[in-house]
């Protein structure tokens, strides 16, 4: 069973705006932590974004201002609104979610983390990762 599913990644120019969604299977959403990461090649996933259960939100300076985390209950469903690109931004994109707290791993200090799959492994839930692509 596919437990998160990101989509709409895909090929903007710099100044352009994308909005990913990462639909969550229920029992993975909502509990402790929801978040994105991103990664590029010869690079640890860097955390974008991050939303507790009570809506806080926090952000990587790089993405402060111009992109938005964001969740729909009734959908289940985990948002990333990005405006402004740059061709920096270029990535794949990941949705994350934890089910529960993990002193080493805060939901706050998801933004300024450098992380692999292997090192969350058996804490966090991921996505496929979609593909953003930013011209200049």
């Known amino acids: 069973q596919v437990q998160l599913a990101e989509s709409g990644g895909g090929t903007v120019r710099a100044g352009g705006s994308l909005t990913l969604s990462c639909a969550m299977a229920?029992?993975?959403?909502?509990?402790?932590?929801m978040g994105w990461f991103r990664h590029t090649p010869g690079k640890e996933r860097e955390g974008v974004a991050a939303?507790?259960?009570?809506?806080?939100?926090g952000y990587v300076d790089s993405v402060k201002g111009r992109f938005t985390i964001s969740q729909d209950n009734a959908k289940s469903t985990l948002y990333l609104r990005m405006n402004s690109l740059i061709p920096e931004d270029t990535a794949v994109y990941y949705c994350?979610?934890?089910?529960?707290?993990?002193?080493?791993?805060?939901?706050?200090?998801?933004?300024?983390?450098?992380?692999?799959?292997?090192?969350?492994?058996?804490?966090?839930?991921w996505g496929q990762g979609t593909q953003v692509t930013v011209s200049s």
């Open positions: 939303i507790y259960r009570e809506g806080k939100t």
């Open positions: 994350a979610a934890a089910l529960i707290y993990n002193s080493n791993m805060p939901c706050w200090l998801w933004p300024r983390l450098q992380v692999t799959e292997e090192s969350t492994d058996g804490y966090l839930f």
């Open positions: 229920e029992h993975t959403y909502n509990k402790y932590c």
